[in-house]
């Protein structure tokens, strides 16, 4: 899977959005964009992913550039409760015929900090 | 739909004992994975199955880890004997199905620390 890179982390005041970058400048045509984000004391959790069209659904937007080497995860107001570490992961879905089971690896994350 | 469920959520052991974590996945998902999330770091791949089958490992310390997964539902990770850099939560997830679009969800992890 291709390697992705992003802050460290990052500050948003509360009912502002938050725009979170992710450079993933070595992924492959076939890869796709994933984001997930992990509260302090939970699982990861599930956000967004696309592969080269921008997606919208109930709990973010997902803009990724023409040449597919970075992306943007976009918290269009965000609340207290949006303060976690957020995770750009970029992964070959699995197939049926076996050949790819979907690896999903983690990297540091951009620890987001939303304030009053 | 009922989550993934772990237990225990804690534990605590002395080194050189042995511990074990247990990992009921949503029902009729395939994928089954297990992670070590280190203090302060992102989560790391130590297992992932396919049904009851291994289809990656690599990151799993083989001499004293190991992993099960009977009749493709449950799971069960076992560590013999414990270090005390064992000591992170071992988080559980699993995916509907093989291919195509595969969104893990995750349990609340077992958090181990190993004194």
């Known amino acids: 899977d291709a390697k992705t890179t992003q802050p460290t982390s990052m500050d948003c005041a509360e009912g502002r959005a938050a725009n979170l970058p992710c450079n993933h400048s070595t992924i492959s045509g076939n890869e796709y964009v994933y984001w997930y984000r992990q509260i302090h004391s939970q699982g990861p959790q599930y956000i967004i992913h696309?592969?080269?069209n921008n997606e919208t659904n109930e709990m973010a937007s997902l803009i990724i550039t023409e040449d597919r080497k970075s992306s943007t995860l976009i918290l269009p107001h965000a609340t207290l409760r949006d303060t976690a570490v957020y995770y750009c992961i970029v992964r070959v879905p699995g197939n049926a015929g076996g050949t790819s089971y979907g690896k999903l690896t983690f990297g540091q994350g951009t620890i987001l900090t939303v304030h009053p | 739909e009922a989550g993934v469920a772990q237990s225990p959520r804690y534990k605590i052991i002395e080194k050189r004992q042995s511990v074990a974590f247990w990992c009921n996945p949503i029902s009729g998902h395939a994928t089954l994975y297990w992670y070590q999330q280190i203090l302060g770091q992102g989560p790391k791949l130590l297992i992932q199955f396919q049904n009851n089958g291994v289809v990656d490992d690599s990151q799993l310390p083989k001499d004293r880890f190991s992993a099960e997964r009977l009749k493709g539902v449950d799971s069960t990770l076992k560590i013999q004997p414990a270090k005390l850099e064992d000591s992170a939560v071992y988080l559980c997830?699993?995916?509907?199905?093989?291919?195509?679009?595969?969104?893990?969800?995750f349990g609340q992890g077992t958090r181990l620390t190993v004194v």
């Open positions: 696309g592969l080269k």
């Open positions: 997830a699993s995916s509907p199905r093989t291919g195509g679009y595969t969104e893990a969800f």
